[in-house]
Every structure is written in structure tokens, then in C-alpha cells.
């Protein structure tokens, strides 16, 4: 049904984004009809998501980071863009899975925030939801870098944050999921 909308829709000669003016590609690709030749629509926001992994290790809290393979290089929180057809529960699912080799239970999934500043992913606009998961020891040793990460490390947090992170977002991704887990935390032992 979606692809005959598509056919005998109007399209536009032009992107309606006055901030960027995409010509009209054909959109053959996707369910777009602008864009840079990938595929990928710059008229609205692209939806992903982003997951901060905690793990307690010698009574110390550390995040599970990725050094991308792919520009924007660098370390990241584990994430990817959602596929057409998918919530963003089994994105991110698929995402940590297909990016550190390990399961994450629906039940072991937080959702904490969304992140949609326009200029947050330079490649194009996009929203980011935040998911936070902790996962034991057993999990964690289990890791292995696949897909689109080079590496996957544990990082003590203060460590993680003294990095330069991939995007400028994570570093506030991962300040954010902490204290959402400290909150949770404080509500349940009262």
C-alpha cells in the first residue's frame, strides 16, 4: 500500500527543507524523494537509537563504549538508525546485538530520553532515543566488536567521560542514563 502512495502521490521537484534544499532524487530507495544519493531523507529526521550499558566491576561502575569503524570515528555508546517496520525496543535489540555480540532482555531495557537537536549527527538530522541497561559480568565477558565497531571496551565512568566521544551528545547520553539508574536506585530502597 505504501509503495502505490508513493507512486501516485505528488512528489516535490525540491526537498521542503528550506535548510537544505536536496534536489528531487527519484526516490527510488527508501520511502524518500530527497536526499544526498544514499538512500536516506534530509526533508525529516532519521529515528535511532542509543543504549548506555553499565556494568558493576570491582564495585565500580563502568559503560560499555564502541570505537566506530565508520565517520563520525571515534568511541560511542552503542547505537544505529531504526529500520523501516521496527520499534525502537528491537532496534535497539538488534543494534547491541549486531554492534557487541550480546542479548538485551526487553525486560532489562530503560528508556530514558530523547535526543532530537537538529544538528545533533552531522551526516543529517536526526532523533535519538536513550535506552540504559545494566547487565552483569557474565554478559559483559561475552562481548565481541561486529558490524560497524572496531573495538568494544569497558570504561570506568570518569574514564568515559574524560573521553572524546564520536558524537557530542553521548557524553550527556551517558550523564543522563547514570543518573536516571541513580534515581531509580534512590526510589526503590524507599
Same mark, same amino acid.
Given at each position: 500500500?505504501?509503495?502505490?502512495? &508513493? $507512486? @501516485?502521490?505528488?512528489?516535490?521537484?525540491?526537498?521542503?527543507?528550506?535548510?537544505?534544499?536536496?534536489?528531487?532524487?527519484?526516490? #527510488?530507495?527508501?520511502?524518500?524523494?530527497? %536526499?544526498?544519493?544514499?538512500?536516506?531523507?534530509?526533508?525529516?529526521?532519521?529515528?535511532? /537509537?542509543?543504549? /548506555?550499558?553499565?556494568?558493576?566491576?570491582?564495585?565500580?561502575?563502568?559503560?560499555?563504549? /564502541?570505537?566506530?569503524?565508520?565517520?563520525?570515528?571515534?568511541?560511542?555508546?552503542? %547505537?544505529?538508525? /531504526?529500520?523501516?517496520?521496527?520499534?525502537?525496543?528491537?532496534?535497539?535489540? $538488534?543494534?547491541?546485538?549486531?554492534?557487541?555480540?550480546?542479548?538485551?532482555?526487553?525486560?532489562?531495557?530503560?528508556? @530514558?530520553?530523547?535526543?532530537?537537536?537538529?544538528?545533533?549527527?552531522?551526516?543529517?538530522?536526526? #532523533? !535519538?532515543?536513550?535506552? @540504559?541497561?545494566?547487565?552483569?559480568?557474565?554478559?559483559?565477558?561475552?562481548?565481541?566488536?561486529?558490524?560497524? !565497531?572496531?573495538? #568494544?571496551?569497558?570504561?570506568?565512568?570518569?574514564? !568515559?567521560?574524560?573521553?572524546?566521544?564520536?558524537?557530542?551528545? &553521548?557524553? @550527556?547520553?551517558?550523564?543522563? !542514563?547514570?543518573?536516571?539508574?541513580?534515581? $531509580?536506585?534512590?526510589?526503590?530502597?524507599?
Amino acid at each position: 500500500m505504501l509503495r502505490k502512495w &508513493h $507512486r @501516485v502521490s505528488w512528489i516535490p521537484k525540491r526537498c521542503p527543507s528550506p535548510r537544505l534544499r536536496a534536489r528531487y532524487l527519484g526516490g #527510488a530507495k527508501g520511502s524518500c524523494w530527497c %536526499g544526498d544519493g544514499d538512500g536516506y531523507c534530509l526533508c525529516t529526521p532519521s529515528l535511532s /537509537v542509543d543504549i /548506555v550499558i553499565v556494568v558493576k566491576k570491582e564495585d565500580k561502575e563502568h559503560v560499555l563504549l /564502541v570505537e566506530r569503524r565508520f565517520p563520525p570515528q571515534g568511541w560511542a555508546v552503542i %547505537g544505529g538508525y /531504526v529500520d523501516v517496520g521496527e520499534s525502537v525496543e528491537n532496534a535497539v535489540q $538488534r543494534e547491541t546485538l549486531e554492534e557487541v555480540g550480546i542479548e538485551i532482555p526487553l525486560e532489562n531495557l530503560s528508556q @530514558v530520553h530523547v535526543f532530537s537537536d537538529p544538528l545533533r549527527d552531522f551526516r543529517r538530522p536526526s #532523533a !535519538a532515543v536513550l535506552f @540504559v541497561a545494566q547487565v552483569d559480568s557474565e554478559t559483559i565477558d561475552k562481548v565481541t566488536a561486529g558490524d560497524d !565497531a572496531n573495538a #568494544a571496551r569497558l570504561f570506568p565512568v570518569d574514564d !568515559a567521560l574524560a573521553k572524546t566521544l564520536a558524537f557530542g551528545d &553521548h557524553f @550527556v547520553m551517558i550523564q543522563t !542514563a547514570l543518573s536516571y539508574l541513580d534515581e $531509580r536506585s534512590t526510589r526503590e530502597t524507599k
